[in-house]
């Protein structure tokens, strides 16, 4: 679990390890994974920089990476970073943000200082490259049309929040864990429970960075029952991962990315045609105007004043009929490309939302489910290196996740494809149907026509967990009946609408979710 607290005091180790020393190297593992080399006081250190949802992270490392890739960005990080001096490793207020701030001697402009800021955010993790408070190079680009912007040379601003570092804590308005997490910045839920029931400020913890050996799941406090594993420092946590499970999906990924950003190009690209088209529907009152000027209409002339004294030029080689024709024939273009461009930005926001449910789903794939998941993305031009010809055969049932609780059945998608199957046509109309709420996810049934408390908070988690929101605290999950869960006109089956429902915010508690999951 990384979360503030956690960052706190792996920001005062580097510094430590790191502070002063001169980044040597920079290389690139993965699309998402970074290694820089520091040399300090003789000896040679590693840095590694992850951004993967489920393996975001930053420690120190003995482990030799597999140097494997070249990309553009690369080079821009060794161009303004390699041969620059850390000064400071710091944190953000107490969110989940590390900023490395390094100074970089220039023959003309002399000492540069440059940011290397790290957004430990699971799934919207990022690596910034700022200088002046100006963004250089960033690993994930998102525009926005307004708030946020991740672009070179954009301004740089943090993830906006109201809630309050953790400094100082007062618990005298505090009646919750939740009420922490609401209130604090960079609590999490495991750490909001243990300051909740002990009442003791941040300060005066004493950390013992330790591994959960039964779940892998790890903290900067020793707050484990099962066979656990203590280490002296947090980057020798991070760095020991013994059941680590690759599910990035590069592939996949830049795949994604690349069609996310060839089609947002394409809504700036429609948004500019509509606004034209809008403005060419003005030409037919040029028409009217000049068949209103009382001129002979077989004249040729240069222009004609409108109402208000503007000028208003005219082809001089035609006449002012022909004029009037070519204004009118522009209109009435523009008046029927309105409804064309309108239905393209219409099918173009399909598609990006299409992408960012792909984009979701990568992030809790399985070897299973990301076979399915390629071929719904070969439907729009993805193919996989070295992918095998399969003879074909007949139609199969999707390989849906089932968790069997004696008579309760939870029923899971991790697809668009298993998300139609379970919804249309496993579940029945008195089933319960959950789904996490305005984000991409799966869709759960449980075969039920009541809920208890039990049934409707595990339905609850392993949807939020199956979600793009599993990183998340206080986590949104609709529930209704699945006879009030509708097919969209027009749109894939996986699209749907629903009625009634119910909303519940839940927090994943990894515990209880790998003992779920034991059940499959």
């Given at each position: 679990m990384i979360d503030g607290f956690l960052i706190r005091h792996l920001v005062n180790e580097l510094n430590q390890e790191l502070k002063k020393a001169r980044l040597e190297k920079i290389i690139q593992m993965s699309l998402l994974s970074f290694g820089l080399y520091f040399y300090h006081q003789g000896k040679r250190k590693l840095l590694i920089i992850d951004l993967s949802p489920e393996h975001f992270r930053m420690h120190l490392s003995k482990k030799i990476p597999q140097e494997s890739m070249s990309t553009q960005m690369l080079s821009t990080f060794k161009k303004h970073l390699e041969g620059a001096i850390l000064t400071q490793v710091s944190q953000y207020l107490s969110d989940r943000v590390i900023e490395l701030e390094l100074t970089m001697n220039d023959f003309i402009e002399g000492p540069v200082q440059k940011k290397l800021i790290f957004e430990a955010m699971g799934r919207h993790s990022n690596l910034l490259l700022v200088q002046d408070n100006v963004i250089i190079e960033t690993v994930k680009k998102m525009f926005f049309e307004s708030g946020r912007q991740?672009?070179?040379?954009?301004?740089?601003?943090?993830?906006?929040?109201?809630?309050?570092?953790?400094?100082?804590?007062?618990?005298?308005?505090?009646?919750?864990?939740?009420?922490?997490?609401?209130?604090?910045?960079?609590?999490?839920?495991?750490?909001?429970?243990?300051?909740?029931?002990?009442?003791?400020?941040?300060?005066?913890?004493?950390?013992?960075?330790?591994?959960?050996?039964?779940?892998?799941?790890?903290?900067?406090?020793?707050?484990?029952?099962?066979?656990?594993?203590?280490?002296?420092?947090?980057?020798?946590?991070?760095?020991?991962?013994?059941?680590?499970?690759?599910?990035?999906?590069?592939?996949?990924?830049?795949?994604?990315?690349?069609?996310?950003?060839?089609?947002?190009?394409?809504?700036?690209q429609l948004a500019d045609d509509l606004e034209k088209a809008h403005e060419a529907l003005k030409t037919k009152d040029i028409a009217d105007l000049i068949y209103q000027t009382m001129i002979p209409l077989d004249e040729k002339v240069v222009s004609i004043t409108d109402h208000e004294?503007?000028?208003?030029?005219?082809?001089?080689?035609?006449?002012?009929?022909?004029?009037?024709?070519?204004?009118?024939?522009?209109?009435?273009?523009?008046?029927?490309?309105?409804?064309?461009?309108?239905?393209?930005?219409?099918?173009n926001e399909a598609m990006i939302q299409l992408f960012h449910d792909f984009q979701g789903f990568l992030s809790f794939a399985t070897h299973d489910s990301i076979?399915?998941?390629?071929?719904?993305?070969?439907?729009?031009?993805?193919?996989?290196?070295?992918?095998?010809?399969?003879?074909?055969?007949?139609?199969?049932?999707?390989?849906?996740?089932?968790?069997?609780?004696?008579?309760?059945?939870?029923?899971?998608?991790?697809?668009?494809?298993?998300?139609?199957?379970?919804?249309?046509?496993?579940?029945?109309?008195?089933?319960?149907?959950?789904?996490?709420?305005?984000?991409?996810?799966?869709?759960?049934?449980?075969?039920?026509?009541?809920?208890?408390?039990?049934?409707?908070?595990?339905?609850?988690?392993?949807?939020?967990?199956?979600?793009?929101?599993?990183?998340?605290?206080?986590?949104?999950?609709?529930?209704?009946?699945?006879?009030y869960i509708k097919k969209i006109p027009g749109l894939p089956g996986y699209k749907v609408s629903y009625k009634n429902q119910q909303t519940i915010y839940i927090d994943i508690d990894q515990d209880k979710i790998n003992r779920y999951l034991n059940k499959v």
């Amino acid at each position: 679990m990384i979360d503030g607290f956690l960052i706190r005091h792996l920001v005062n180790e580097l510094n430590q390890e790191l502070k002063k020393a001169r980044l040597e190297k920079i290389i690139q593992m993965s699309l998402l994974s970074f290694g820089l080399y520091f040399y300090h006081q003789g000896k040679r250190k590693l840095l590694i920089i992850d951004l993967s949802p489920e393996h975001f992270r930053m420690h120190l490392s003995k482990k030799i990476p597999q140097e494997s890739m070249s990309t553009q960005m690369l080079s821009t990080f060794k161009k303004h970073l390699e041969g620059a001096i850390l000064t400071q490793v710091s944190q953000y207020l107490s969110d989940r943000v590390i900023e490395l701030e390094l100074t970089m001697n220039d023959f003309i402009e002399g000492p540069v200082q440059k940011k290397l800021i790290f957004e430990a955010m699971g799934r919207h993790s990022n690596l910034l490259l700022v200088q002046d408070n100006v963004i250089i190079e960033t690993v994930k680009k998102m525009f926005f049309e307004s708030g946020r912007q991740l672009l070179p040379q954009a301004s740089f601003t943090y993830f906006p929040s109201d809630k309050l570092p953790f400094d100082h804590i007062d618990y005298d308005k505090m009646n919750s864990p939740k009420d922490l997490m609401d209130h604090y910045m960079g609590i999490s839920p495991l750490l909001a429970r243990y300051l909740d029931e002990y009442k003791i400020q941040i300060s005066d913890i004493h950390i013992q960075p330790t591994r959960d050996m039964t779940s892998g799941k790890f903290y900067v406090l020793d707050l484990f029952d099962h066979e656990k594993k203590n280490y002296p420092t947090i980057s020798e946590m991070l760095d020991d991962e013994p059941t680590l499970i690759q599910t990035s999906y590069q592939s996949e990924t830049f795949f994604i990315d690349r069609q996310l950003k060839r089609l947002k190009n394409k809504k700036d690209q429609l948004a500019d045609d509509l606004e034209k088209a809008h403005e060419a529907l003005k030409t037919k009152d040029i028409a009217d105007l000049i068949y209103q000027t009382m001129i002979p209409l077989d004249e040729k002339v240069v222009s004609i004043t409108d109402h208000e004294g503007n000028t208003i030029p005219l082809d001089a080689t035609k006449s002012l009929n022909q004029n009037a024709q070519d204004f009118y024939k522009k209109y009435q273009k523009a008046k029927r490309s309105i409804g064309f461009i309108q239905e393209q930005i219409n099918q173009n926001e399909a598609m990006i939302q299409l992408f960012h449910d792909f984009q979701g789903f990568l992030s809790f794939a399985t070897h299973d489910s990301i076979k399915e998941l390629d071929q719904e993305l070969a439907t729009y031009g993805y193919k996989k290196a070295k992918q095998t010809h399969q003879p074909k055969k007949s139609k199969q049932k999707p390989n849906i996740l089932k968790i069997i609780d004696g008579p309760i059945t939870y029923v899971i998608g991790k697809n668009n494809l298993q998300n139609e199957y379970i919804t249309h046509e496993l579940a029945q109309k008195e089933d319960f149907w959950f789904h996490v709420k305005d984000a991409p996810g799966a869709h759960l049934t449980v075969n039920t026509s009541s809920l208890t408390e039990d049934i409707l908070r595990k339905a609850a988690m392993l949807a939020a967990y199956f979600s793009s929101m599993r990183e998340s605290s206080s986590i949104p999950v609709d529930y209704t009946k699945v006879k009030y869960i509708k097919k969209i006109p027009g749109l894939p089956g996986y699209k749907v609408s629903y009625k009634n429902q119910q909303t519940i915010y839940i927090d994943i508690d990894q515990d209880k979710i790998n003992r779920y999951l034991n059940k499959v």
